[in-house]
């Protein structure tokens, strides 16, 4: 085997998505001898970036000082809040929970808004390399971090070298800086390796799903932003729907579940379908069209949930810390915020030491804080949750209690207990199924490379699963890549993994946790427009 090549920076940042693009910049903005790249498995950036998305826009400010005058291509001033209770036919409007008061925010795409940083980034003098999947953590002789391997290129199913094969190189850093997102494969494996969570309670996750519509002309409020609980989720499942009305007769309508369900035969994609089946949304969509969609995993975990963000060598931030403030359902502004106080931190010095205790120290954490009850508070259905949300906000955060936040794929009931109910109606807006819906992520995925889902343990499918949970695989991805089919050689999960829209929810959600989520070739995966 040959030598692989080996690249220099001071910083490495691994993932182009608002965490990974505002450290970098910060960092070229701060000291522009710094050398700086960010590397995205995506094949554009912003490709993989998949949000709601009501931002709030101080961070930016910072950030790009002037955007407001230049915004990114989609960027619509919140106008109106709206925080509905839904039943199979009927609405009630209720107050708007503060935290969900948008007065002062955008709607914008963030997939767009992170290509629309992109060339900011690279005017700033960051390399910036799309295509080009961090496969792994490099080491030195001490154990730390020192940088990312690139994955090899033209590698077949087998393993094999094809024609064109290219060995990734391994970039070296001082620093490397995990913006993964959600569930980065690269910080699962430094949270272990490090015991990072050793301290704190276990990360949750919801899984997140959003469709990108044109509408007839004159249906769209510019500005209006919707929420839902209630139908079409049964009470025991913690999520709900948006619809952010923008421009150009567009609507993102997406839809939340957390992945604390306890019934294994709930599907999270049908719930989504279901809820555009409101009467109200409806009305709202028909003889619309879509034009993208595609589903992310979400982190909700909050406060109790957050790992030690330092290592040695390495950091996290963003999503991939597990910042995302869930009473708003907003993420950016602490992916801008953390990525930023990471490039102040290193322009300081160059080394990780010291920066868990600065952002615990931070706005950032405090505003977690603050609200690290409601969350939990819903683990005992919708109006316990509703009641912890009023006495926590009212309380400004200040009980001295905190609750537990729990595994979630620790809470599947068995398939002989009790079931949830679903009031759930016919169907007739597009799409028809998971496979239908994945024409609209356009994901891509040259099939003759080694399958980047692995079940570590493949026994387990049939040995215990199937009969203790009906294999919740073939349910819970929105993609439809786990199937379950029996032929001469026997049942096995078939998985198709060309579909994968990378939202890392089988990782996450697998009873069993078998399922391990790795990067395929760069460049491979969803190729969003607009999400
Ligand atoms: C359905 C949904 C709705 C949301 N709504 C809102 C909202 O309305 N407002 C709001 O503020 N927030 C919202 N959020 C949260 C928000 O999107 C996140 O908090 C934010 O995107 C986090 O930014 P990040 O940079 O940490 O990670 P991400 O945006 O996930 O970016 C991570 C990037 O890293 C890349 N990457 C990952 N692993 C690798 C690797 N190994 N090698 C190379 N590249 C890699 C990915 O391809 C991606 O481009 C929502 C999220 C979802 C899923
Ligand atoms: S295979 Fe896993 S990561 Fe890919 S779309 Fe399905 S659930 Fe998401």
Partial sequence: MTEREIMEYDVVVVGAGPSGLACAMRLKQLNADLSVCVIEKASEIGAHVLSGAVIEPEPL???????????????????????????????????????????????????????WLAPKAEALGVDLFPGFAAADLAYDDGDAVCGVIIGDMGVDREGGEKEGYVQGIEIRAAVT???????????????????????????????????????PAGRVEPGLIQHSVGWPLPKQVY???????????????????????QDPKFTPFEAFQQFKHHPSVHALLEGGEILSAGARALVEGGYQSLPRV?????????????????????????????????????????????????????????????????????????????????????????????LSNHADHAQYRKLDQEGFEYDWVERDLAPRDRLASVYFASTEHDEDQPVHLKIIDPDVCFSRCETEFGNPCTRFCPANVYEKVEDENGKRIQINAANCVHCKTCDIADPYQVINWVTPEGGSGPNYSNL
């Fill in 177 to 215: 800086v995990l913006g993964e997102g959600c569930r980065g494969h690269l910080s699962k494996r430094a949270i272990k390796k490090y015991g990072l969570d050793r301290d704190s309670d276990p990360q949750t996750y919801a899984i997140g799903m959003k469709e990108l519509w044109q509408l």
């Fill in 61 to 115: 400010d910072e950030l790009v000082p002037g955007w407001r005058e230049e915004p990114p291509p989609i960027c619509v001033s919140a106008k109106r809040d709206e925080f509905l209770l839904l039943s199979r036919t009927g609405k009630r409007k209720l107050p708007t929970p503060p935290q969900q008061n948008n007065h002062g925010n955008f709607i914008v795409s963030l997939g767009a808004t992170c290509a």
């Fill in 310 to 402: 330092e290592m040695p060598g390495a950091l996290l931030i963003g999503d991939a810390a597990g910042l995302l403030n869930v009473p708003k359902i907003k993420g950016t502004h602490q992916a801008l915020r953390s990525g930023m106080m990471a490039a102040e931190h290193l322009a300081e010095k160059l080394s990780s030491e010291g920066f868990d205790a600065r952002l615990r120290d931070s706005a950032v954490v405090a505003e977690l804080k603050k609200v690290r009850n409601i969350r939990p508070g819903f683990q005992k259905g919708l109006w316990r949750g509703m009641t912890t949300a009023a006495i926590e906000t009212a309380t400004a955060g200040k009980l001295p209690r905190t």
């Fill in 239 to 261: 999520g709900g729907s948006f619809v952010y009305h923008l421009d150009k007769d567009r609507v993102a309508v997406g839809f939340v579940c957390a992945l604390d369900y």
